[in-house]
């Protein structure tokens, strides 16, 4: 599958056989593995990077400025999860092509966006969501022909957003979270959103071994119930 020469690591690395590690000792998310039961069910979620095809010779990495990632927000007014940051995505049906399928299935359903503008580089191997017994293929794709992306369902989706990347990889912008149960892991602050948990996992690793990274300070672990009451979402009992 080709990518922009600023993708072009990051693919590799992802959808190798070995996947995502975790350079930080603390990003959980990327060491969940499905149960051998067989019990899970499975889903995809749509990693789609946008941005010039050209890499910038002056930016680490080749990182175009312009370069974004595309993530929802769920309705503050949903039961479980609300207000959480998340990649469009959801569970396989049946008639769906594989993980890609079902990632640009429900990113179409959830954004509108047109699947013929996306380019898939890498399935990445599955990432094991215990509460929900999901086992989740996130979908490396580049957006070659970007089209207009918009709430579809107000009672599912909040937001519909591109997140500017340098905005991420901003060292102000990132720290780690932690759980009343116990769970840390890192975090960021964009656009007024909490990124944090799968979403949160998935970013920190592929940024990792994206060449674009800036140092930053994994020693900053915040609260997370405070982290979120900040920018006015809640935590989930």
Request: hydrophobic content about 40%; aromatic content about 6%.
């Amino acid at each position: 599958m080709s990518a922009p020469e600023w993708l072009v690591t990051m693919r590799d690395v992802a959808g190798g056989a070995r996947g995502l590690s975790d350079t930080i000792g603390a990003n959980p998310v990327l060491q969940r593995q499905a149960p051998p039961s067989g019990r899970s069910r499975t889903a995809a979620v749509l990693v789609l990077f946008g941005g010039p095809a050209d890499a910038d010779p002056t930016s680490p990495g080749g990182l175009p400025a312009e370069a974004d990632v595309l993530l929802t927000q769920r309705a503050s007014t949903l039961r479980d999860h609300s207000g959480q940051i998340a990649f469009p995505g959801g569970a396989t049906d049946p008639g769906d092509d594989g993980p890609i399928g079902t990632a640009l299935r429900e990113a179409e359903e959830e954004t509108g966006l047109d699947p013929a503008g996306v380019v898939p580089l890498a399935t990445m191997p599955g990432i094991y969501i215990p509460p929900s017994r999901f086992d989740v293929v996130p979908v490396l794709s580049y957006w070659e022909r970007p089209s207009p992306v918009r709430v579809i369902d107000a009672g599912e989706t909040e937001r519909v957003v591109r997140v500017p990347l340098r905005e991420l990889l901003d060292p102000d912008n990132r720290f780690q979270v932690r759980h009343p149960s116990g769970y840390q892991g890192p975090a960021f602050s964009a656009q007024g959103m909490l990124v944090w948990g799968f979403t949160g996992g998935i970013l920190a690793g592929l940024l990792a071994v994206s060449g674009w990274e800036p140092e930053w300070d994994t020693g900053d672990v915040r609260d997370l119930e405070a982290s979120l009451t900040a920018v006015g979402a809640r935590l989930d009992r």
